[in-house]
């Protein structure tokens, strides 16, 4: 598990950013895959979530995951909801209510706002970021009047650009939106790639962040033990297992 630097100062709130080690998953989703929606076997990952809700310190009732959809959809908690929610975000004030975010190279970000005790997560891959996800979490803190000098980022590990090649249709895409983007873009041997972290930090401190923490992990490389749907998708495998993200309030 890691953690933020600028997070683990407040003692009144527990976060984690976990890895693939620890858990009781075997095969592709070796060993703590906490994705209900992978192949897994579902005693396995409740097993795991289990594990993860132990190590943040909750009863994992009180663990908040949606279903993720690429959306810039994000809710305000105040209670576990009676069924499952579809969106990318969540965000709340409720002290003991964890949310969390799964991700497989996408971007997972923790917010939290250190005067007003309210903290939000979300899900950000290229859609949800073209969608403008973290301009739209800003706005769900401003809404519950928080100042934004007080709110802080931290974005998790994901995929580098290195890694994270595409196609030119996507680059057109973003290029449309805006001619801004063009720096999160490079080619290299006649292929280009993306930068998901520098938008995403790009789109908040745009948003009036200022205090940002970027975790630099790439979760592509097998040696950083986290799962990646792209390092999958290179060595044929038909699935992947899912990191997760949680951020609560003691």
Not at 10 to 39: D, M, T
Not at 67 to 78: D, G, L, P, T, V
Not at 209 to 236: G, M, P
Request: charged residues 30%.
């Amino acid at each position: 598990m890691i953690v933020s630097k600028k997070l683990k100062k407040f003692q009144n709130i527990k976060h984690g950013f976990f890895s693939n080690l620890g858990g009781v998953s075997s095969g592709i989703y070796k060993s703590l895959n906490c994705g209900i929606g992978s192949k897994d076997k579902k005693k396995n990952v409740l097993k795991n979530l289990k594990i993860v809700s132990k190590k943040i310190g909750l009863n994992k009732d009180k663990l908040i995951l949606l279903n993720q959809i690429h959306s810039k959809k994000i809710y305000f908690m105040s209670k576990i909801p009676k069924k499952k929610l579809t969106g990318d975000g969540l965000i709340t004030n409720t002290k003991g209510l964890a949310i969390g975010i799964l991700t497989a190279d996408c971007v997972p970000v923790l917010f939290y706002d250190t005067k007003k005790n309210i903290i939000g997560a979300i899900h950000a891959g290229w859609r949800g970021i073209y969608k403008k996800i973290g301009k739209k979490m800003i706005n769900c803190f401003k809404r519950e009047g928080s100042k934004l000098n007080d709110v802080i980022a931290v974005i998790g590990p994901c995929i580098s650009q290195n890694n994270y090649e595409i196609q030119n249709d996507f680059k057109k895409k973003f290029l449309d939106q805006s001619s801004d983007h063009k720096k999160y873009f490079k080619k290299v041997k006649k292929k280009i790639y993306f930068d998901l972290k520098g938008c995403i930090f790009q789109q908040l401190k745009s948003a009036g962040l200022t205090n940002i923490e970027i975790i630099k992990k790439d979760t592509f490389y097998t040696k950083n033990n986290f799962f990646s749907a792209r390092r999958s998708l290179k060595n044929k495998i038909n699935d992947y297992g899912r990191n997760i993200s949680i951020i609560m309030i003691k």
